[in-house]
């Protein structure tokens, strides 16, 4: 079977095919998705807040990122795997960029790599881009700047923030990204710029106009419940079938109706015999504890 390419993936576009893309970070969540037959796997540096607890996705290393990659590549095999590079990983200069972009590529096999920012991280895509290594952009609210923009909001509201966003979307563009995340846009802005661009945009709270949508594992199954972000849908709730496994599990364990034999190992009784004392043994005990006195 082979892989998804990035080609593939621009040529969707040009086809009308939405594309479908969602995250994952572990070996069993990958082979759940590939399963279902997404196009993209996004391994996302919300991997801090879904999976590692942290409050936002500050907190995620180059390590974190490259031991779940490295999981959730070795669960698939058709599905093109994005490996998000974390706060820290690239904002320094195109060199920074560069290692550790490598580093998803080499020491964790994906196919692409996702970075965020418009303009200021044009440069970085370019050099990527040069070296063979693909690039997804990420514009809109970008969670890595999350301090500096002032909270999980809506971007490009105003005309002046809508010229400056189609600004990023036309440079990342122009510097070789094969496709455009948008973050929660104004849904007729990011169809707008949907038009306008020749590389699929890809939403998640950016409307139907998008060429492709993306969404959180964890917020699509329920599986997340410190927050439910508007954009989100929930298809499933994993989450309250698995409390109520677990709470059945527990209620057995405690009323001793599990384990049954239908889960236990039998043993040959000849076997067993000889673990028994021999009689003379037991006598000699008996007399020992003056129990035959
Ligand atoms: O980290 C992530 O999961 C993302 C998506 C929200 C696009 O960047």
């Known amino acids: 079977m082979s892989r998804v390419t990035t080609t593939g993936i621009r040529d969707m576009k040009a086809n009308g095919r939405k594309i479908v893309m969602v995250t994952a970070y572990d070996y069993p969540s990958a082979r759940l998705v590939e399963a279902a037959g997404v196009d993209m796997i996004l391994v996302g540096d919300t991997l801090g807040m879904v999976v590692l607890g942290y409050d936002s996705t500050l907190p995620v290393t180059m390590d974190d990122m490259i031991h779940h990659t490295k999981a959730v590549v070795r669960g698939t095999e058709r599905a093109l ?4 590079m974390p706060f820290g990983s690239y904002q320094a200069g195109w060199q920074d960029a560069m290692k550790n ?26 050099k990527l881009v040069d070296a063979g ?45 094969f496709a455009i995340v948008l973050e ?47 954009h989100a849908k929930r298809y499933a709730d994993v989450g309250a079938t698995i409390r109520d496994a677990v709470s059945a599990y527990a209620a057995e364990v405690r009323d001793g109706s599990f384990p049954t034999a239908k889960e236990s190992f039998k043993m040959d009784p000849a076997a067993l015999e000889e673990l028994q004392p021999a009689p003379q043994q037991a006598i000699r005990r008996r007399h020992a504890l003056g129990l035959d006195a």
Not at 81 to 84: K, L, P
């Open 133 to 177: 290594i693909p690039v997804m952009g990420h514009i809109g609210l970008t969670p890595q700047s999350v301090n500096q923009v002032g909270g999980w909001k809506v971007q490009g509201k105003t005309p002046a923030a809508a010229v400056q966003l189609m600004h990023d979307a036309q440079a990342l563009e122009q510097a070789g990204a």
């Open 101 to 126: 972009a490598v580093r998803f590529m080499q020491e964790a096999g994906c196919g692409a790599v996702k970075l965020e920012g418009g303009r200021r991280s044009a440069d970085a895509v370019r």
């Open 184 to 230: 929660l846009v104004p849904a007729p802005l990011a169809a707008l710029l949907t038009e306008r661009l020749s590389v699929p945009t890809i939403g998640i709270g950016a409307g139907v106009g998008c060429d492709g949508q993306v969404q959180v594992f964890h917020d699509m199954l329920g599986l997340f419940d410190a927050f439910s972000p508007k």
């Open 81 to 84: 795997v994005v490996g998000d």
